[in-house]
């Protein structure tokens, strides 16, 4: 009879899998393969049905700072693949699921076209274009709670203008998010390992009443990405 592994008196493992290389392939590839395949957050996110991993990031930094609340109108710059908004329809009831509960708003824009999203709005825009703000809040139909983004600039190679390129998308995220947001309202956005850069971090004091830099669990330990969460929008 064959032998069962993984089911002796040691208690039960959870067996890594391993990926050979194939013929054509990176080793790069091959380790990110591998490394999706034994991810528990993937897992998670197939069994939850939640279009990436990303989702547990935004679920986690709400969990502690309590921004995607019943009725908020959010705004999600960068939405695809629409994990974030998947997460805030639920969060914000947008789908007016939640008996007695105010019902929110979820808009999501984006370059690309996206997959819609039961009970978000996604349109295919630059915000970076003339007008891009104006736009939003006349599909919102006034001002946002809310201004999130998960968005990561297009890598070069080179750590120095990835870094570059990945300061002036979050500048340029918050700039828009001062021209759309509600007094009172929350930025969340992708950063570095150290948070918000000087300037930034700056700028970012003087227009919300707390701003704290955070690595969710979410976030993977080899990345160097952090997310700032400002809250408190002084108008």
């Not at 009831?93 to 690309?112: C, F, I, M, T, Y």
Request: hydrophobic share 40%; proline share 3%; with cysteine.
């Amino acid at each position: 009879m064959a032998e069962k592994r993984g089911s002796s008196g040691r208690g039960q493992r959870d067996l890594k899998v391993r990926v050979k290389s194939a013929k054509g392939r990176r080793l790069s590839s091959t380790l990110w393969l591998e490394r999706q395949l034994n991810d528990p957050y993937v897992r998670r996110a197939k069994a939850e049905g939640y279009r990436g991993r990303a989702a547990f990031k935004i679920i986690e930094l709400d969990d502690r700072f309590r921004f995607l609340v019943p009725g908020a109108r959010v705004v999600d710059l960068g939405c695809a693949p629409g994990g974030w908004c998947q997460v805030a329809v639920k969060r914000v009831n947008a789908l007016g699921e939640k008996s007695g509960k105010p019902v929110g708003r979820v808009l999501g824009v984006d370059l690309q076209e996206v997959e819609p999203v039961p009970g978000a709005e996604i349109h295919q825009l630059d915000f970076l274009e003339d007008g891009a703000d104006d736009k939003v809040k006349a599909w919102l139909g006034g001002k946002a709670d809310v201004v999130m983004s998960d968005m990561a600039a297009a890598s070069s190679g080179h750590q120095q203008t990835d870094h570059l390129r990945i300061v002036a998308l979050c500048e340029a995220a918050a700039a828009f998010a001062f021209d759309v947001l509600e007094q009172g309202g929350t930025f969340v956005a992708k950063v570095l390992a150290g948070g918000a850069e000087g300037e930034l971090q700056k700028v970012l004091k003087q227009r919300f009443a707390k701003v704290a830099n955070v690595k969710p669990p979410a976030s993977r330990s080899d990345s160097s990405e952090k997310f700032v969460v400002a809250t408190g929008f002084r108008g």
